[in-house]
């Protein structure tokens, strides 16, 4: 169905517009019309002929945003919490949305539902924007008929996954760029600045001290195969992040990474968090804890936790307790198991599951400031080295020099 954009008036007399899926400008005009908004026929246009079509240029804003996802699940929870319709407010939300790429998924979740679709089965139509756990939320709300409540979970859970996405990429961010700067100024003096050195050093005519003849073979290599260096360097990420994307690569990587030291704790801890906050708010909601688990497993974004809470799920699948898989794991903490057993034994597993998310939450914000005070110094540290120790290998024949001739 195509979208059409319209300007017009509305009850009173304010200059309104907005667009629309509909069969043809008259289903446009006369659902206006409904709406006590009087159109100007001449402004009724197909969205994406003439001078109104979209540019897209590939990789810039072709996507959904999580920040617009977190935003639309909150205002969209006020909204139905109010009484608004589910179709007026997927409405209102998609006209007042800065998103292109958001708009035109919104204004196809609300045909969807006009067409006598639930809003779960809307949602699934766009994974990309919306996946298995969001829907799955959405649906247990409209079948139990708790849609607000629901959302509301959804825009918390959301708020918190955002901000705990925040910490780790700010945590993992400041030690690559001190150290990509590190490189880059690093090159700059080998290629630019110790070539003059070195012209100079050779009207010395006398041996140079080990350092600084080392020094000057680096510079040497950088000169004659920077792009070598460079190039290969970009190829090296290139191919690291194509393989880290791979099955092969997560299953080689992922427990490297849970060894690491300092990050490998941050990374574990931040497994916990999502997987309890994630299967609590799903259990709370009323999503089976198999399709629960199932879900978890899938969004866990490490394949050790993504394997063990499959072992879990195939625990409970055979009438057992997903305890002892979980005991068994190099990811879940005695007390994190034996809070779930208690939460298994008392019918309080979503409640329980809350707490420890919020718990591990709060360990990884106190894990990443303290990360950050130890990182800085060292961080320091290194630069101080790396810059001090050229500079010293570069004055050391003058240093000698001046010796000599005093």
């Not at 008036?9 to 006590?36: M, T």
């Not at 240029?57 to 608004?84: C, H």
């Not at 649906?139 to 409540?149: P, R, S, T, V």
Request: proline share 5%.
């Amino acid at each position: 169905m195509p979208v059409y954009t319209w300007e017009g008036r509305d009850a009173e007399g304010k200059k309104v517009s907005g667009e629309l899926a509909a069969r043809d400008p008259q289903a446009v005009f006369s659902l206006l019309k409904s709406r006590r908004i009087t159109p100007e026929i001449k402004k009724i246009k197909e969205k994406g002929k003439g001078l109104s079509m979209e540019i897209k240029i590939p990789g810039f804003g072709g996507g959904v945003k999580q920040r617009d996802i977190v935003l639309f699940t909150r205002q969209f929870a006020t909204m139905i919490d109010a009484g608004l319709p589910i179709v007026q407010g997927l409405d209102i939300l998609s006209r007042q949305n800065e998103s292109a790429a958001f708009k035109k998924v919104l204004l196809s979740v609300k045909e969807s539902v006009e067409s006598g679709g639930t809003l779960a089965d809307g949602l699934r139509k766009h994974p990309k924007a919306f996946d298995d756990l969001f829907s799955n939320m959405i649906e247990a709300g409209e079948k139990g008929g708790i849609l607000d409540i629901i959302l509301e979970r959804l825009a918390v859970y959301l708020e918190k996954s955002m901000k705990l996405k925040r910490e780790v990429k700010t945590a993992m961010i400041y030690p690559g760029v001190v150290i990509g700067a590190s490189f880059l100024v690093t090159s700059i003096l080998l290629i630019f600045v110790i070539p003059t050195f070195a012209e100079l050093f050779s009207e010395f005519g006398a041996a140079l001290p080990l350092p600084t003849q080392i020094v000057l073979n680096v510079s040497n290599f950088f000169v004659s195969y920077w792009y070598l260096i460079f190039g290969g360097l970009g190829f090296g990420l290139f191919m690291f992040r194509r393989f880290s994307a791979t099955p092969r690569g997560k299953e080689v990587l992922h427990p490297i990474y849970l060894k690491l030291p300092v990050f490998g704790e941050i990374i574990r801890k931040v497994a916990v968090a999502r997987f309890t906050r994630t299967l609590g708010t799903m259990i709370s909601s009323g999503v089976p804890i198999l399709d629960a688990l199932n879900i978890c497993a899938r969004t866990a974004g490490n394949s050790v936790v993504e394997r063990e809470v499959l072992r879990a799920r195939v625990s409970i699948s055979e009438g057992k307790s997903m305890v002892e898989p979980l005991s068994d794991s190099v990811i879940f903490p005695p007390m994190v198991v034996q809070m779930i057993g208690v939460g298994e034994q008392t019918g309080a597993m979503d409640a329980m599951l809350n707490k420890i998310a919020q718990f591990y939450e709060e360990e990884v914000d106190n894990a990443v400031s303290s990360m950050k005070q130890l990182i800085e110094p060292l961080m320091i540290l290194f630069l101080g080295v790396l810059i001090g120790g050229l500079v010293i290998a570069m004055y050391l024949p003058i240093f000698k020099l001046g010796s000599v001739v005093g």
